[in-house]
């Protein structure tokens, strides 16, 4: 195949149609970067409900007889306290599993949000100011007053952990902005599909007579097309990379230099901005071949 | 070569059909002209040759196959086999008078060292000598159709199409492209050829087929354009 021709052609193409190449580019930045960022904000959301349990799960904190909120607290929750308790939780027909958390493993998992003073030689918090802890998943969040006040009253408990004080405003804000940043997104890649279209259209017209002299000496509909293709992959690469820069500026500015300090949950990083990353690429490719694909079949259908 | 079985083809949105059961035989290396009034559907008629339309009933055949058979990613192949050429010449303004003719190569996958040598000897056959850096629009109108059936002729096809392409000559550019043709089919190559021409039909002596309404009225070895039976 005489590649010389296809490049030339792609050459031209994107001189000709620049502004509306820059047009596609600039819309393909902005969709994609709403489409990354959430992607990021629903990974984020899933970080906070690992941090803190889903909005199905109350947790149940027993008495450590060190640092205990429950002035009815006498010392350590014993076995037969325990007992009592996941019986009545058991018995709960709104309480669908059970799980058991203990002291080192409340204490490795504050660790890893790397609050100050936790870790190092002489830290500030131990395991042993840690409490155990049963964290049940309801069948149904709207239930959690029934099973609270089975249980909370018994010995041994400590205090009741109402995770939606913690997470509910986090995983509202993360919600919200998910919800507007998709909605943008959608419209947006709306808009680039019809620029896209758009493109293809004013290109195809304007090389219209190559292309009807190429049908019919009989060139392949493949070599018809391939200028066109590799004009929007090469407008796809540009809006893809810039939408990338955006998202690392989105994850380094933001993210790391402000939300990181905050140490309510844990944030997300760069392997979750890979993973987003990877998803709004091949969407992006997606949004400027398919349609390329379909309307070159269109115009150019020998 | 090219074999029409009642072929009717009906236009979306027309009363009257283009073309009428037409039945037509044209063997390899024959100089067939196509005559009848404006609309009576000889262009038509070309166009189902190279598959640019399709038939509503009927079949056509060219070079032993029923094209409208064939897939859609052979009909490059089928149109590499028939070259043609029009009344508007359809040149590239903006690529020289060789590098037109190269392209009919150059999108059809031939190497470089096959268009050098080609190119030129094609533009020598077609009386072009030495004028292959010309724009097109610094030619005469005959020597722009003679661009036009050099880069119909560089990949040497089994059928040459022609429609009309003396339609916007003068006289004396006429009797060249006709020469130029007439060579073209001692070589081999099989022509048909849409004219609404009298006198230059009466001149060639060769086969008419005439279509009036899209129906074939005359076919006749050797004819004129008005002759009778
Ligand atoms: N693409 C088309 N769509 C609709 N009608 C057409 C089309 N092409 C040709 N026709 C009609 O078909 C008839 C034959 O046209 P054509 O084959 O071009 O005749 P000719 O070449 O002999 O002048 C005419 O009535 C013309 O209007
Ligand atoms: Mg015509």
Redo the contacts with the bound molecule.
């Keep these: 195949m005489q590649l010389r021709y296809v490049f030339t052609e792609l050459r031209q193409g994107l001189r000709r149609n620049l502004s509306m190449h820059v047009a596609v580019a600039l819309t393909l930045l902005v969709s994609l970067t709403l489409a990354g960022v959430g992607l990021l904000l629903r990974e984020q959301a899933q970080l906070t409900e690992e941090v803190w349990g889903d909005e199905l799960q109350i947790t149940f904190y027993m008495c450590n007889g060190a640092n205990d909120r429950n002035p009815q607290c006498a010392g350590a929750v014993d076995d037969s306290q325990k007992k009592v308790i996941t019986d009545a939780l058991e018995d709960n027909r709104y309480v669908d599993k059970i799980e058991e958390e203990s002291q080192e493993q409340a204490y490795e998992r504050l660790q890893a949000l790397d609050v100050e003073g936790v870790s190092g030689p002489d830290p500030v918090v131990r395991a042993e100011d840690m409490w155990e802890s049963y964290w049940v998943t309801m069948t149904d969040p709207h239930h959690s007053a029934e099973i609270i006040e089975a249980v909370a009253g018994l010995d041994g408990i400590d205090h009741v952990g109402d995770v939606h004080e913690v997470t509910g405003p986090i995983l509202a804000a993360v919600d919200g902005l998910q919800s507007a940043a998709l909605v943008g997104a959608i419209v947006l890649i709306v808009a680039a599909l019809l620029l896209v279209a758009n493109t293809i259209r004013l290109a195809a017209f304007a090389r219209r007579r190559e292309i009807g002299i190429m049908r019919l000496v009989g060139a392949s509909t493949l070599y018809i097309a391939l200028p066109f293709l590799l004009e929007s992959l090469v407008v796809a690469l540009v809006g893809i990379g810039l939408s990338g820069v955006a998202l690392a500026a989105v994850m380094h500015f933001g993210v790391e230099q402000r939300l990181s300090s905050t140490a309510v949950t844990q944030w997300v990083g760069w392997e979750e901005f890979f993973s987003s990353f990877a998803i709004v690429a091949l969407l992006g490719i997606l949004l400027t071949l398919v349609p390329t694909l379909l309307l070159t079949r269109k115009y150019i259908k020998v | 070569m090219i074999r029409f079985e009642k072929v009717s083809k009906a236009?979306?949105?027309?009363a009257?059909p283009?073309l009428n059961s037409l039945s037509i035989d044209i063997q390899k290396g024959e100089f067939v002209f196509l005559v009848?009034?404006?609309?009576?559907?000889?262009?038509?008629?070309l166009k189902l040759m190279l598959r640019e339309q399709r038939p509503t009933t009927g079949r056509v055949y060219v070079a032993g196959k029923e094209i409208n058979r064939l897939a859609g990613w052979k009909v490059p192949r089928l149109r590499r086999q028939v070259g043609t050429i029009f009344q508007d010449f359809r040149l590239l303004t903006n690529k020289t008078v060789a590098e037109n003719v190269a392209f009919a190569m150059q999108v059809t996958g031939h190497s470089n060292r096959e268009i050098r040598q080609r190119v030129p000897e094609t533009l020598e056959l077609v009386g072009l000598d030495g004028k292959g850096d010309r724009m097109p629009d610094e030619l005469s109108g005959g020597e722009q159709q003679r661009v036009a059936v050099a880069r119909a002729f560089i990949n040497r096809p089994m059928i040459l199409i022609a429609?009309e392409p003396t339609g916007n000559l003068d006289p004396g550019n006429t009797v060249g492209i006709m020469r130029l043709l007439d060579r073209i089919n001692r070589s081999g190559t099989t022509i048909v050829m849409?004219t609404h021409d009298v006198q230059m039909v009466d001149q060639m002596r060769k086969r008419v087929i005439e279509?009036e309404h899209?129906h074939l009225v005359r076919d006749q070895v050797q004819g004129g354009y008005g002759a009778q039976f």
């Design positions: 236009y979306p949105g027309q009257r283009a009848g009034q404006s609309g009576s559907g000889k262009s038509t008629a429609d849409a279509l899209g």
